[in-house]
T-cell receptor, first 119, second 111 residues
Framework: QITLKESGPTLVKPTQTLTLTCTFS??????????VGWIRQPPGKALEWLAL???????RYSPSLKSRLTITKDTSKNQVVLTMTNMDPVDTATYYC???????????WGQGTLITVSS | QSALTQPASVSGSPGQSITISCTGT?????????VSWYQQHPGKAPKLMIY???KRPSGVSNRFSGSKSGSTASLTISGLQAEDEADYYC???????????FGGGTKLTVL
């Protein structure tokens, strides 16, 4: 059974750096073809893909946010970490981590964590 | 503005069928058979209902089906039930630098 869970602060101030951790179980991020990604959803708005890390440590980022994002993995801890710099109130959203299956679909999602950016 | 275009809302009565469209471009929906559909109830995480255009994950009702023609994908829900009332999002693999693009979401109301 695959599960994912996001953790991190609920409130960050503008210009600060956000660090989110995705802790997962039921699969290994060292298995060929597997990936873990991050998607966010502002309140009342649509989903937006942010970043993905593959089993082989290949990393992909949304072009519009690439300069602000870093994704890393710790296979031994079954964790993936996303950092986003220079947070702004428009970054207020629920952030989800999700499991990627080959050849290129997202199946399981975490419960999400609401991040509010406010001074 | 989302990359994929969905109707903002659709509605139907219990027992009826509805179809939600998802229009992309030749760079995403039109190029890959990697369209997924997600159901999202208020305050909940998205749930995968269809992947790779028309495949159903284990446990998803066969009332849900997917198809694609050119750059437009569709989700059909037959035999509408009250529990189907939710937001539905399409997603397509886009390759290149933008791996996935999402639709703006469609609110399904069961009358």
């Amino acid at each position: 059974q695959i599960t994912l869970k996001e953790s991190g602060p609920t409130l960050v101030k503008p210009t600060q750096t956000l660090t989110l951790t995705c802790t997962f179980s039921g699969f290994s991020l060292s298995t060929s073809g597997v990936g873990v990604g991050w998607i966010r959803q502002p309140p009342g708005k649509a989903l937006e893909w942010l970043a993905l890390i593959y089993w082989d440590d290949d990393k992909r980022y949304s072009p519009s946010l690439k300069s602000r994002l870093t994704i890393t993995k710790d296979t031994s801890k079954n964790q993936v970490v996303l950092t986003m710099t220079n947070m702004d109130p428009v970054d207020t959203a629920t952030y989800y981590c999700a499991h990627r299956i080959p050849p290129g679909s997202i199946d399981y999602w975490g419960q999400g964590t609401l991040i509010t950016v406010s001074s | 503005q989302s990359a994929l275009t969905q109707p903002a809302s659709v509605s139907g009565s219990p027992g009826q069928s509805i179809t939600i469209s998802c229009t992309g471009t030749s760079s995403d929906v039109g190029s890959y058979n990697l369209v997924s559909w997600y159901q999202q109830h208020p305050g909940k995480a998205p749930k995968l209902m269809i992947y790779e255009v028309s495949k159903r994950p284990s446990g998803v009702s066969n009332r849900f089906s997917g198809s694609k023609s050119g750059s437009t994908a569709s989700l059909t829900i037959s035999g509408l039930q009250a529990e189907d009332e939710a937001d539905y999002y399409c997603c397509s693999y886009a390759g290149g630098s933008t791996l996935w693009v999402f639709g703006g979401g469609t609110k399904l109301t069961v009358l």
